[in-house]
């Protein structure tokens, strides 16, 4: 779920400030800014073999606290530039430049780079489309052809430098391919996710000022072909400022064909295979991805070009251990969003890695589908999120156990925190016990992993982001801006300027100021809740909007949702605040239950009682709904929003952000059979 921070702010401020003074609420004074209720005293240290050959070290914390900029500096020259940079960091809060004067393209250090290492018949990716069998591999050579002849195209239709362009496609191999293209040339892409409606394209467009479009006739999505087209049809009639459409032909169903539209196989295929790279200023824009608000315009958010490419790259080889010779590393993201952008494409092409990528769903034709991949291709690091862990929990352990999977050295997790259950069941079910699970904390924002285990050097906690990764200063501030000592909760800051953050909002300094700079004097405000644990670890809370004000107690959804979560029969919860007489807000508990647990008539009781017994009687729920869906965003974050409505039997609110918009449907008709106790 995005946010609207400044809305944060004053919610939060309203929540702190005007405590209900109920019985057994502690003066203000010395009311915590977030309650840490939770203890986990499971370790995973890494194996010993993974640590002794591991990429990175406990001697790069040492290294990056002794001179930031000098670390940093010593990453960017893990990549090739044309024009080394003159400065590391040139920081006019908050405004940054990273890397200044230097020049580089990022295509050529994608992929021509490692062709030139005679690496060309190295597999960049594997790419497996949803219906079986259906599958391509793309080397480093194949990319490199394919790259130029895209940017070929893309200059044939006028594109040049800094000009945008929007990409709507499926998780085909000419989407990273246009990324690529339009990199090489200088020109701008902006990304829209293959699920958002037409109003949501035109709007972004519009926004961005984009004058191409590139899409696909459809994808292939739970078995079917569906079409894109029609809805850029729609998108295009809005924006005049769009001249032409590139269109892959992927499903072969029937388009509507308008004079500015032309077929991918028509116009790049005619191309020549060559390009020369031309070098861009370490500053110039690389992308622009839009983050959607609860409320408002989406936020276009702004990465460059040096910066972004370094600690993507960087991160990449830190937290997932990679070795480009023998690992095949899969992110299941879509590459319409940042994890897909900096972790499909630009990350691990950086980096000279071989990926998979796959078009569909996980369910799709069976739910197995995931682990006959990692079977298929050997995967060694697969990174996903906790709502697709959640989800494998649910339908079982039995389906994983039908492949082999002995090939995967390292997990990672990004999007929500990662309850320590699932974090538990991904390790054992999916890691056979052996593999490192690294929940890497990071916003489109952030552009790249900000907290994170490193998996030969941390002894990790499920459940906890651990520390902020060499030469990033996060913290866990109260509402000063203090630090808070350990066992302490609060906000999410970061203190100082890292290579790959967000330069500005697309055409809106002043919405950067106020979003992310104005809430703590001269601190990063990610709009997150926070803990420091007596060892001094993060551990993330939530979005502090979500934040539940209990008999003067401020309490994260994390802990709540970890807790339910930690009860043999629970998937997957969902818990909001909703007010409540007597304590203010009183916590409300949505729960799916596993496929093998039955839905008996003391299964509210039960909960209750096992979140009373696991965080204490404060963070007891006043009510549990057994729901067979919980609205989600379509990447796959839990929107909070709508179940406070549910919660406070309000109209249910818009809707239109959500995957499936029917799941509200189905929560509703579950409600007369809510339990409600005491
Ligand atoms: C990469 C991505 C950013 C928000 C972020 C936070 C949540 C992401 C997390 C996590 C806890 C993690 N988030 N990773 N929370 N632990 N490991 O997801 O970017 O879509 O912009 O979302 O996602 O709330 O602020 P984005």
Same mark, same amino acid.
């Given at each position: 779920?995005?946010?609207?921070?400044?809305?944060?702010?004053?919610?939060?401020?309203?929540?702190?400030?005007?405590?209900?003074?109920?019985?057994?609420?502690?003066?203000?004074?010395?009311?915590? %800014?977030?309650?840490?209720?939770?203890?986990? %005293?499971?370790?995973?240290?890494?194996?010993?073999?993974?640590?002794?050959?591991?990429?990175?070290?406990?001697?790069?914390?040492?290294?990056?606290?002794?001179?930031?900029?000098?670390?940093?500096?010593?990453?960017?020259?893990?990549?090739?530039?044309?024009?080394?940079?003159?400065?590391?960091?040139?920081?006019?809060?908050?405004?940054?430049?990273?890397?200044?004067?230097?020049?580089?393209?990022?295509?050529?250090?994608?992929?021509?780079?490692?062709?030139?290492?005679?690496?060309?018949?190295?597999?960049?990716?594997?790419?497996?489309?949803?219906?079986?069998?259906?599958?391509?591999?793309?080397?480093?050579?194949?990319?490199?052809?394919?790259?130029?002849?895209?940017?070929?195209?893309?200059?044939?239709?006028?594109?040049?430098?800094?000009?945008?362009?929007?990409?709507?496609?499926?998780?085909?191999?000419?989407?990273?391919?246009?990324?690529?293209?339009?990199?090489?040339?200088?020109? $701008?892409?902006?990304?829209?996710?293959?699920?958002?409606?037409?109003?949501?394209?035109?709007?972004?467009?519009?926004?961005?000022?984009?004058?191409?479009?590139?899409?696909?006739?459809?994808?292939?999505?739970?078995?079917?072909?569906?079409?894109?087209?029609?809805?850029?049809?729609?998108?295009?009639?809005?924006?005049?400022?769009?001249?032409?459409?590139?269109?892959?032909?992927?499903?072969?169903?029937?388009?509507?064909?308008?004079?500015?539209?032309?077929?991918?196989?028509?116009?790049?295929?005619?191309?020549?295979?060559?390009?020369?790279?031309?070098?861009?200023?370490?500053?110039?824009?690389?992308?622009?991805?839009?983050?959607?608000?609860?409320?408002?315009?989406?936020?276009?958010?702004?990465?460059?070009?040096?910066?972004?490419?370094?600690?993507?790259?960087?991160?990449?080889?830190?937290?997932?251990?990679?070795?480009?010779?023998?690992?095949?590393?899969?992110?299941?993201?879509?590459?319409? &969003?940042?994890?897909?952008?900096?972790?499909?494409?630009?990350?691990?092409?950086?980096?000279?890695?071989?990926?998979?990528?796959?078009?569909?769903?996980?369910?799709?034709?069976?739910?197995?589908?995931?682990?006959?991949?990692?079977?298929?291709?050997?995967?060694?690091?697969?990174?996903?999120?906790?709502?697709?862990?959640?989800?494998?929990?649910?339908?079982?352990?039995?389906?994983?156990?039908?492949?082999?999977?002995?090939?995967?050295?390292?997990?990672?997790?990004?999007?929500?925190? $990662?309850?320590?259950?699932?974090?538990?069941?991904?390790?054992?079910? $999916?890691?056979?016990?052996?593999?490192?699970?690294?929940?890497?904390?990071?916003?489109?924002?952030?552009?790249?992993?900000?907290?994170?285990?490193?998996?030969?050097?941390?002894?990790?906690?499920?459940?906890?982001?651990?520390?902020?990764?060499?030469?990033?200063?996060?913290?866990?501030?109260?509402?000063?801006?203090?630090?808070?000592?350990?066992?302490?909760?609060?906000?999410?800051?970061?203190?100082?300027?890292?290579?790959?953050?967000?330069? %500005? $909002? &697309?055409?809106?300094?002043?919405?950067?100021?106020? %979003?992310?700079?104005?809430?703590?004097?001269?601190?990063?405000?990610?709009?997150?809740?926070?803990?420091?644990?007596?060892?001094?670890?993060?551990?993330?809370?939530?979005?502090?909007?979500?934040?539940?004000?209990? !008999?003067?107690?401020?309490?994260?959804?994390?802990?709540?949702?970890?807790?339910?979560?930690?009860?043999?029969?629970?998937?997957?919860?969902?818990?909001?605040?909703?007010?409540?007489?007597?304590?203010?807000?009183?916590?409300? !508990?949505?729960?799916?239950?596993?496929? !093998?647990?039955?839905?008996?008539?003391?299964?509210?009781?039960?909960?209750?009682?096992?979140?009373?017994?696991?965080?204490?009687?404060?963070?007891?729920?006043?009510?549990?709904?057994?729901?067979?869906?919980?609205?989600?965003?379509?990447?796959?974050?839990?929107?909070?929003?709508?179940?406070?409505?549910?919660?406070?039997?309000?109209?249910?609110?818009?809707?239109?952000?959500?995957?499936?918009?029917?799941?509200?449907?189905?929560?509703?008709?579950?409600?007369?059979?809510?339990?409600?106790?005491?």
């Amino acid at each position: 779920m995005k946010w609207d921070t400044s809305k944060a702010d004053k919610q939060y401020e309203k929540e702190c400030v005007v405590a209900p003074e109920t019985p057994g609420s502690e003066p203000r004074e010395t009311q915590e %800014t977030l309650s840490n209720l939770l203890h986990e %005293t499971r370790r995973f240290a890494p194996p010993a073999e993974l640590a002794a050959a591991a990429n990175v070290t406990a001697q790069a914390y040492t290294e990056a606290e002794a001179d930031r900029l000098a670390f940093w500096e010593k990453q960017a020259d893990r990549l090739s530039w044309s024009t080394r940079w003159n400065t590391a960091l040139d920081w006019n809060p908050p405004f940054a430049k990273w890397f200044v004067g230097g020049e580089l393209n990022v295509a050529y250090n994608c992929v021509d780079r490692h062709v030139e290492a005679g690496l060309g018949e190295k597999v960049a990716y594997h790419w497996e489309g949803e219906p079986e069998g259906d599958s391509r591999t793309i080397t480093y050579a194949d990319l490199q052809r394919e790259v130029a002849k895209a940017a070929n195209a893309l200059t044939e239709l006028g594109v040049g430098k800094g000009d945008r362009v929007a990409v709507y496609m499926p998780m085909i191999p000419e989407l990273p391919i246009t990324m690529l293209a339009c990199a090489r040339i200088g020109a $701008i892409h902006s990304v829209v996710f293959g699920g958002f409606s037409a109003s949501a394209l035109s709007g972004r467009i519009k926004d961005a000022d984009a004058k191409v479009v590139v899409t696909a006739d459809g994808g292939y999505r739970r078995g079917a072909p569906s079409a894109l087209k029609p809805t850029v049809d729609e998108a295009v009639k809005e924006c005049p400022g769009i001249e032409r459409v590139l269109v892959v032909r992927r499903t072969g169903q029937e388009v509507d064909w308008t004079d500015k539209d032309v077929w991918w196989h028509d116009l790049v295929d005619r191309q020549s295979a060559e390009h020369a790279p031309v070098p861009h200023d370490a500053e110039h824009p690389l992308y622009i991805l839009y983050t959607s608000g609860t409320t408002g315009k989406p936020k276009g958010i702004l990465h460059t070009t040096g910066g972004y490419l370094t600690q993507t790259a960087y991160t990449h080889h830190a937290v997932f251990d990679l070795k480009p010779e023998n690992d095949i590393y899969w992110c299941t993201a879509d590459i319409g &969003w940042v994890t897909g952008h900096s972790y499909i494409v630009y990350g691990p092409l950086a980096n000279g890695a071989t990926s998979v990528i796959y078009e569909g769903t996980p369910d799709t034709p069976h739910r197995g589908r995931f682990w006959e991949i990692v079977q298929k291709y050997k995967v060694t690091i697969l990174y996903t999120a906790p709502t697709a862990i959640r989800t494998f929990m649910k339908w079982g352990d039995d389906i994983p156990a039908k492949y082999d999977m002995s090939s995967l050295r390292i997990l990672g997790s990004v999007g929500e925190p $990662i309850n320590p259950e699932a974090y538990v069941w991904y390790r054992e079910h $999916i890691g056979g016990n052996r593999t490192p699970v690294v929940d890497t904390w990071w916003q489109t924002e952030t552009g790249a992993v900000m907290i994170s285990p490193l998996p030969g050097v941390t002894s990790a906690k499920p459940g906890a982001a651990m520390r902020p990764l060499p030469g990033i200063t996060a913290d866990v501030v109260d509402d000063q801006g203090e630090s808070v000592p350990n066992g302490g909760g609060g906000f999410l800051a970061i203190r100082d300027p890292w290579p790959s953050m967000l330069r %500005t $909002i &697309w055409g809106d300094d002043q919405r950067y100021i106020d %979003t992310y700079w104005s809430r703590f004097e001269g601190m990063y405000f990610a709009g997150d809740g926070a803990k420091r644990d007596e060892d001094g670890d993060i551990w993330l809370l939530g979005r502090v909007d979500d934040v539940m004000l209990v !008999s003067g107690h401020n309490i994260s959804t994390t802990e709540v949702e970890s807790a339910l979560v930690s009860h043999p029969k629970v998937a997957e919860a969902a818990v909001v605040g909703a007010t409540d007489p007597v304590t203010g807000q009183a916590i409300v !508990s949505f729960v799916i239950l596993r496929g !093998s647990a039955e839905e008996g008539a003391d299964i509210a009781a039960e909960l209750r009682n096992h979140v009373a017994r696991t965080l204490g009687p404060i963070a007891k729920p006043r009510q549990i709904l057994v729901v067979p869906e919980l609205p989600k965003t379509r990447s796959g974050k839990i929107m909070r929003r709508l179940l406070r409505d549910v919660a406070e039997n309000r109209s249910i609110g818009d809707v239109t952000t959500l995957a499936d918009s029917t799941v509200m449907n189905l929560i509703s008709e579950k409600l007369p059979s809510a339990k409600s106790e005491d």
